[in-house]
């Protein structure tokens, strides 16, 4: 039987895992699309090489956004196979002689 009990660690790390994920994705991925072009995690140059455009986000931060909500849930399940026993519980009955 598979163990299906969700404490409150268990619920606040995937709040946090599930929230820097869609922050670092969606959130920021909308405050780019608001801000207007460029689009791109690279600044736009012309054709002298001078930066005439740059993201105003930077591709760093939402990279690094994704990557701690992935190592939070990643811990959090390290957690979860180290805090809960595997396997059913030992009910054998073992016989004993009586004095």
Known sequence: MKDTIITTVDRAAMALGAGLILLGVV???IVEI???????AAPV??????VIATPMVDANLRVLLVVAGLAVLLLWQVYRMAAVPGGEPDTRQV???AD
Do not use: I, K, S, V
């Open 27 to 29: 959130g920021l991925g």
């Open 95 to 97: 016989e004993m002689t």
């Open 45 to 50: 140059t012309n054709d002298a090489g001078e």
């Open 34 to 40: 608001l801000a207007g072009p460029p689009y791109g």
